[in-house]
């Protein structure tokens, strides 16, 4: 597309993002985000509107419907701006730095994602929705909003350069997340306090409403119990993840986690269900099966995989898809997941399954959904009585054959490296804990695809499994590294340790910051104009595990695989350059805690010898897999004999020969 030239009507439809492409029929003429879209606003002088959303978010499709598809306000949009619409999951290079720019403004963010910005593409005003017209709330309406800001940009031109510069300023400042500290125990404890001081003892969870998932956070609390033993480290986790799952942000149908729930008690979800969530969710529920025996985390787990396998994942061509969305149509808010008393009783007939269906659901005439007061969200309020789980057990299947035949929420099949990468990590351990092959097979199909067509020697991941560009994000990189080393521990398949070495030396070119420490978000090619000219240096979970606290357990666990001196050297430079920053994110920081915690206290290295097939040796390979231990890494090699040690730390067992030796050591 010439610079020169505006769009003809809009030119999104030959982009591959999905969210883009739903907005091609809109009549603003919109540009995907790059370098003509710039020069036509600086050729015009107009401000630059940058809406960014994904395909899953709710209020995106609301204001799209709302304003973006109404020709009055596309008149004014193309008399007036340039505009630039991006998908956040394409882009979240883009994303963090323009939300971050927006929460200086309005102090928060989210999707959509409403900036307005100068012709070189630095923010002056910004929100996120905009309701199409002056609402009681007092709300101003969009076409106001564009009236205003086009009249600023015009008349208060010094104002806007300054108020753009003042917010550069904060961007570029508040990019680098590092902070260098000393690892230490205190910190650590002073992490878990901080958490405990925001747990929801009542309901479980973190913080009141919205309340979202926390997993990394639990998988930290349970690391600590495991150490120390302190009842009110186990409750913390057990309650959580009780709450979650008796919630209605599990699909108590479908399996799997929605995004978040809307109020403290986990029942009324956004109903958009992302890989990223699950994946994490799922480490999360095997290891609290593991580690506290809870029958309850083990269905929970199998749940996710199961709606996994059917909904989010390609088994043929091996890759894991992005997201389900919330809704079918626009005015639909969760209808797909939702059911009213006469739904229930169309589906489940009068008898006895529909009564306990209702008792155990909560399904009440009054529901919790506002905009159709009958359709009720399924948590679980009570447990049926013992003859009445097998009727229970009857009425979910026959509630989901019933809700397989309503219109599905639109799934976006987008294969994104660090994704597919997550979920492979989790099916690695979902297929050793539950004892499903499938996992196994699908997830090293997903790795061997990513190390195939996404990896390059000299410029590293892509973004998408199946495309050249973008790339040069830390997050692919680094999750294909941590999602390698579960191959190598799992398969026993030493190009595995290879591969994750490869990916982990090319960080260390491309990222790694050889004067302060830690990761920098983008490699020196994928930096660009205006806010992508400052390389970021995320450690703060947000909502995926951060690629710094990620970079860290890699490190860790390369140090303990290979024993070799220099990747614990790294590890200790990494955590040094970022551990300062733990006293103040606390929740949001768990996943760089957990890799302290990797740091500081004595690693569990279970070495399994034998041959391959089934034997005792791969039995006992398969209980080094499964044992919960905060800190461990295993090792297969083939012999002839059957052999296991476990050292922790320094100090290492005897050789044992069978299954059950190697269990009582394990306990």
């Avoid at 009542?202 to 033993?229: M, N, S």
């Avoid at 479908?254 to 978040?260: L, Q």
């Amino acid at each position: 597309m010439s610079v020169d030239q505006p769009p003809p009507a809009n030119a999104l439809a030959a982009e591959p993002s999905a969210y883009l492409q739903s907005a091609a029929h809109q009549p603003v003429h919109w540009y995907p985000w790059g370098e003509p879209a710039f020069a036509h606003a600086r050729k015009l002088d107009r401000p630059i509107l940058l809406d960014i959303g994904a395909v899953w978010c709710h209020w995106c499709h609301v204001m799209d419907a709302e304003s973006y598809e109404d020709p009055e306000v596309a008149r004014v949009l193309n008399d007036g701006f340039v505009c630039i619409k991006v998908d956040r999951d394409e882009r979240p290079d883009v994303d963090a730095r323009y939300q971050r720019a927006v929460q200086a403004l309005a102090g928060q963010g989210g999707w959509p994602l409403t900036a307005f910005l100068t012709p070189e593409g630095e923010v002056f005003y910004g929100g996120t929705y905009f309701p199409p017209e002056d609402n009681a709330h007092g709300r101003p309406g969009f076409v106001s909003v564009l009236t205003q800001v086009a009249g600023i940009y015009r008349q208060q031109r010094a104002k806007v350069a300054e108020n753009a510069a003042a917010i550069a300023r904060q961007v570029a400042a508040s990019l680098d997340e590092a902070q260098q500290g000393e690892p230490s125990d205190g910190l650590l404890a002073q992490v878990a306090d901080q958490m405990a001081r925001v747990f929801d003892i009542r309901y479980g969870g973190f913080g009141t409403a919205p309340k979202f998932p926390h997993p990394a956070a639990v998988q930290f609390v349970l690391a600590r119990w495991h150490d120390e033993r302190a009842p009110w480290l186990r409750e913390i986790a057990d309650k959580t993840l009780t709450g979650m799952a008796r919630g209605g942000i599990q699909d108590q149908l479908g399996g799997g986690f929605h995004r978040y729930a809307v109020d403290e008690r986990w029942i009324v979800p956004h109903f958009e269900k992302m890989a990223y969530d699950n994946s994490e969710l799922l480490h999360a529920y095997l290891d609290g099966y593991t580690a506290l025996g809870t029958a309850l985390f083990r269905e929970v787990a199998s749940g996710i995989v199961d709606w996994v396998l059917e909904v989010l994942s390609d088994r043929a061509r091996g890759a894991f898809f992005t997201s389900q969305d919330a809704d079918v149509a626009p005015g639909d808010d969760g209808d797909y997941w939702t059911w009213t008393p006469q739904e229930l009783e169309t589906a489940l007939g009068t008898g006895r399954e529909r009564d306990v269906a209702r008792r155990v659901f909560g399904v009440e005439d009054h529901g919790e959904m506002h905009h159709n007061p009958e359709k009720n969200v399924l948590w679980w309020r009570e447990d049926p009585a013992g003859a009445e789980w097998p009727i229970l057990a009857n009425a979910r299947r026959t509630l989901k054959g019933v809700r397989d035949r309503r219109a599905r929420p639109y799934v976006d099949k987008t294969p994104y490296v660090n994704w597919n990468a997550m979920l492979a990590s989790a099916f690695l351990h979902a297929g050793a804990v539950l004892e499903r092959s499938e996992c196994e097979t699908l997830a090293v199909a997903v790795l061997e695809r990513i190390w195939g067509e996404a990896w390059s020697e000299e410029r590293g991941m892509a973004h998408v499994i199946d495309r050249p560009e973008p790339r040069g994000f830390l997050d692919d990189n680094i999750h294909a590294a941590a999602a390698f080393l579960d191959a190598h521990e799992v398969t026993g398949d030493g190009q595995w340790l290879a591969r994750a070495v490869a990916v982990m030396r090319y960080c260390q070119g491309a990222h790694w910051d050889p004067g302060a420490g830690g990761f920098f978000d983008l490699a020196p090619h994928a930096s660009g104009a205006a806010y992508l000219a400052t390389r970021a240096k995320p450690v703060q979970d947000a909502p995926t595990p951060s690629p710094n606290g990620v970079a860290a357990l890699v490190l860790a666990r390369l140090a303990a695989l290979t024993d070799d001196a220099a990747w614990r050297e790294q590890r200790d430079r990494q955590l040094e350059a970022c551990a300062g920053a733990l006293s103040h994110l606390s929740l949001y920081g768990a996943t760089l805690a957990r890799a302290v915690d990797w740091a500081l206290h004595p690693v569990s290295r279970i070495e399994v010898s034998g041959l391959p097939g089934e034997g005792p040796a791969h039995a006992m390979h398969r209980l080094a897999l499964v044992a919960y231990r905060p800190r461990k890494v295993v090792v297969w090699r083939r012999a002839d004999r059957p052999a296991a040690v476990v050292c922790v730390g320094t100090t290492c067992s005897l050789p044992v020969a069978t299954p059950p030796a190697l269990a009582a050591l394990l306990r």
